[in-house]
């Protein structure tokens, strides 16, 4: 019975690990023969090397090998060894990895060697030998169907699926995976089945389905904190899938934190290494060159090491990029091997390296651009040469692997046209490749993602406008191409999920509860870390959406109906290429083009005016204001000035400079001026039809001084629906506001930079963030936020925007008023109730706004509330 009983406790170590734990413990008590006391040490030993201290688990197992040879029976041994080679490859010594499963092979027999190989091959697999592997589970698998083996069959199906996955053949490893999801659940074993989950995300991932892919490794990571095991691979797939759609900066604070988890428990280093590799990846999409060079040394380093060449390679392939990405390319060869070694493989990085070895051969000095000299890039009779070999291969990835894997393929093709002088081929490259991040885009949900995915597309976007820099109008047509697309269509709507709307609520309580203590002067860790954990829960929540069926973006942009929509009005884009502003301007049928200053200088003065504003309207003075704003004009609009004649005008400023406060500027101080973040987002805006809903008027908790327009308006309006008090709460504002034709909320606002879904409006039961606007059916046709920085919006991706009135423009908004900067509270007062009177008399928000300005005290301090105000939008 006692031997019955040991071996009940291998299988138990996965199904419900601490029990195996405390039973082989209490078996050891027991003082019991060699073979079960072999069982017991190993069962501490798996615990130990898998959820506990790396070292300790292998000083059972040594243990457990000794007790098992002295008892006499080989496949008892075996076992054993199959065990020690799996801890001795996490804690990265990869030899004698192998040499313990050489000596168990040659041990086992029958069954048991069937679970040695299945062991093996998924050491191979972490050494990045995948073919290896496969061969060992081409052995294993039919013994374990023959033995009834559901348990190790299902291990070792999963086992091939995952490999499957690495070596790009996605079919085949969906087909394992799912079979082996089966067999679990004939089993008792949750620890498996968590990784079940996990290994759905990471086939999601490879289908391009980043919203499945991240539910699906929450809901892994919830059943392994349920077990109460660590996971160290799921923070590695994760921060890929976090780096796929665009979120770098997620995805280092997702590794720095596992390495972090990992040090204090004393992990694997094979894990380690790994976590150190996706972190350099994800560094080096932050923008952060020089540590994700640094990274990618050490993790090189430590897969030389641990005889891991797959993961070395790849290490090198960072360290190359990172390399380039500083001015300072490797040399070809170095480049080439690197592509040569990933294709060899089967890594899907392959295609990425053979780009990089051709950007390394056409900025090599010796060359001309990389190409012969004499001899015109892609001809005949002479061969390709080195870069457009190069170029080739990558470009082969364009027609393979989900959509926001092909784009890399058209970027070389598109380099490739380039080179070879056909200005039409590197545009329909550039055409294609931004086609397929539109369609990437259409399967994500959640706004964030579909903004920040659009960063994909920045080269081709960049390399169309060069190709037609010099015809403003078809200048204009890629222009808006590439900006605010995101914008175009409404996120998908997140659901009535119990869980996160009780997030959502709690939210709003803690954040309001930590905002008080703040304010009195009080420390309060505690809150803080739960509006943290509460911050992250309803994110990962709302990035797991998948779009839903609101169809596409609609028709796409013409010149020619941008034209026909502005009437009377003149419209200006400004355009960066290579650093450098284009205003384009259109106005009766044409669009002509003038230059500008810097895109960085025009940044740095924009934000010395803002800072100006600040001051102003704290009460201190803005000495330097004017000859600023004067500065600010030459950056911004440059030659266009003296043509910038019509009487109201629309600006369409790039996503970097969309918080410049335009009014302040000399020649738009007397115009009738609206903002827009796309020219297609202003005429969409200028098509939707009025509602006939209510006039919403909102006065936060607070505002001291400010909101006092709201008992006014209250009274001009007649009929308005007023929330003040207590009853300003979210759910009440959220309510009322839905379809209605004009909503005023005076309350106090933050913007948040760092996650620009949280920038909010602070009402009675807490704050209203981003994400609670998006719940609505339809924003108010007219919304007019009179609080502190309700206007700002953060640039991500290409020419996205997020923050609140970003939000607000895709769900039915026509037109906003808000401002960018802090603003006096009682100083703001006469602007909004001149505005008010403005839209009661039929004027639209830009209009509206003009004349309020223009009805100001001619105090600095009043002028600096109306220059801090934009109407953004059409209506």
Same mark, same amino acid.
């Given at each position: 019975m006692i031997a019955e009983t040991a071996a009940d406790l291998l299988p138990l170590v996965f199904a419900r690990p601490r029990e195996a734990l405390e039973r082989a413990r209490a078996l050891l008590a027991t003082q019991p023969a060699s073979h079960d006391a072999s069982i017991a040490h190993q069962v501490i030993g798996l615990w130990e090397r898998d959820f506990g201290d790396l070292m300790t688990g292998i000083g059972h197992l040594r243990r457990a090998r000794r007790l098992a040879a002295r008892s006499g029976s080989a496949e008892r041994e075996a076992d054993v060894l199959a *065990?020690?080679? @799996?801890?001795?490859?996490?804690a990265g010594r990869s030899g004698r990895a192998v040499a313990a499963f050489d000596r168990a092979a040659a041990l086992a027999t029958g069954h048991t060697l069937a679970r040695v190989l299945h062991r093996r091959a998924y050491v191979m697999w972490v050494l990045g030998r995948h073919r290896e592997a496969l061969e060992d589970l081409r052995v294993a698998v039919p013994l374990l169907r023959r033995a009834g083996d559901v348990l190790w069959l299902a291990r070792a199906i999963s086992a091939r699926g995952t490999l499957y996955l690495a070596l790009g053949q996605v079919e085949r490893a969906i087909a394992d995976l799912e079979r082996a999801e089966a067999l679990w659940q004939e089993t008792s074993q949750d620890y498996d089945k968590a990784v079940a989950v996990q290994n759905r995300g990471q086939a999601a991932f490879r289908v391009g389905d980043l919203p499945a892919a991240l539910r699906h490794f929450d809901q892994a990571e919830r059943r392994y904190t349920e077990l109460g095991t660590p996971a160290w691979v799921l923070p590695v797939v994760r921060c890929e899938v976090l780096l796929a759609a665009g979120l770098a900066r997620d995805a280092l604070r997702e590794a720095d934190g596992a390495v972090e988890r990992l040090d204090r428990v004393g992990g694997p280093p094979s894990r380690r290494s790994e976590l150190l590799l996706v972190g350099a990846r994800a560094a080096l999409a932050a923008g952060q060159v020089e540590q994700a060079a640094f990274r990618a040394t050490a993790a090189a380093r430590s897969f030389a090491g641990q005889r891991r060449q797959w993961w070395a390679t790849h290490a090198r392939f960072v360290l190359l990029q990172a390399r380039f990405a500083a001015g300072d390319p490797a040399p070809e060869r170095e480049a080439v091997s690197v592509a040569r070694e990933l294709a060899g493989l089967g890594s899907p990085d392959a295609a990425r390296a053979w780009l990089l070895a051709g950007r390394t051969a056409a900025s090599d000095p010796g060359r001309t651009a990389g190409f012969e000299p004499g001899r015109t890039p892609g001809g005949n009779g002479g061969g390709a040469t080195r870069a457009e070999r190069h170029l080739s291969l990558a470009a082969r990835a364009r027609d393979r692997g989900p959509a926001f894997a092909r784009i890399d393929g058209w970027l070389a093709q598109a380099l490739l046209a380039k080179a070879a002088g056909r200005p039409r081929g590197v545009l329909a490259a550039c055409r294609r490749g931004l086609d397929l991040i539109d369609e990437h885009r259409m399967t994500l949900g959640a706004t964030e993602l579909r903004a920040r995915a659009a960063g994909q597309g920045a080269e081709l976007a960049t390399m169309a406008q060069r190709e037609v820099r010099g015809d403003p109008r078809r200048l204009l047509a890629w222009s808006e191409?590439?900006?605010?697309?995101?914008?175009a269509v409404p996120p998908a709507r997140p659901p009535d999920d119990p869980d996160l709307l009780r997030d959502l609520t709690a939210f709003r309580e803690i954040a309001g509860r930590?905002?008080? /203590?703040? /304010? *009195? @002067?009080?420390?309060?860790?505690?809150?803080e870390r739960e509006r943290q954990r509460l911050e992250k829960a309803i994110r990962d929540r709302l990035l797991a959406i998948r779009a839903g069926a609101a169809g596409g973006p609609g028709p796409a942009f013409e010149v020619r109906d941008l034209l026909a929509g502005l009437g009377d009005r003149m419209l200006a884009e400004i355009v960066? +290429?290579?650093?450098? #502003?284009?205003?384009?301007?259109?106005?009766?049928?044409?669009?002509?083009?003038f230059e500008a200053g810097t895109l960085a200088g025009a940044a740095a003065e924009a934000e010395h005016a803002n800072a100006g504003l600040r001051r102003l309207a704290y009460g201190a003075p803005a000495p330097g204001l004017d000859a600023g704003a004067e500065r600010l004009q030459h950056l911004l609009l440059g030659s266009a000035v003296p043509h910038l004649t019509a009487e109201r005008l629309v600006v369409v400023p790039p996503g970097h400079l969309h918080d410049v406060p335009w009014a302040l500027l000399p020649a738009l101080r007397?115009?009738?001026? *609206?903002?827009?973040?796309? /020219?297609?987002?202003?005429?969409?805006?200028?098509? +939707?039809?009025?509602?006939?809903?209510?006039?919403?008027l909102v006065r936060g908790p607070g505002l001291g001084g400010g909101g006092a327009e709201v008992p006014i308006l209250a009274g001009r309006y007649g009929d308005a629906t007023v929330l003040e008090g207590g009853e300003a709460d979210a759910q009440r504002v959220l309510k009322q506001i839905d379809g209605s034709r004009l909503a005023h909320i005076a309350a106090h606002g933050s913007f948040r930079?760092? *996650?620009?879904?949280?920038?909010?409006?602070?009402?009675?039961?807490?704050?209203l963030i981003v994400h609670d606007v998006e719940r609505l059916e339809r924003a108010p046709y007219r919304i007019v936020l009179s609080s502190c920085d309700s206007g700002?919006?953060?640039p991500v991706g290409g020419?996205?925007?997020?923050?609140?009135?970003?939000?607000?423009?895709? #769900?039915?908004?026509? @037109? +906003?008023?808000?401002?960018?900067v802090p603003v006096h509270d009682e100083a703001v007062v006469p602007l909004m109730l001149a505005l008010h009177e403005g839209v009661r008399g039929g004027m639209d928000t830009a209009q509206a706004l003009a004349r309020a300005r223009a009805e100001l005290p001619g105090d600095r301090l009043h002028q600096a509330v109306g220059w801090s105000f934009s109407a953004i939008g059409a209506a």
């Open positions: *065990s020690m080679g @799996g801890a001795y490859v996490h191409r590439w900006r605010a697309t995101a914008l930590a905002q008080e /203590a703040r /304010a *009195s @002067g009080r420390a309060v860790p505690q809150l960066v +290429i290579d650093g450098r #502003l284009t205003v384009l301007l259109c106005r009766r049928g044409r669009v002509r083009a007397g115009k009738v001026l *609206s903002v827009a973040p796309s /020219a297609s987002a202003w005429l969409r805006a200028a098509r +939707i039809t009025p509602p006939d809903g209510p006039v919403v930079a760092d *996650s620009p879904m949280f920038s909010a409006l602070q009402l009675a039961d807490g704050p700002r919006m953060e020419d996205e925007l997020l923050g609140l009135s970003a939000a607000l423009m895709p #769900l039915g908004t026509a @037109g +906003i008023v808000a401002s960018t």
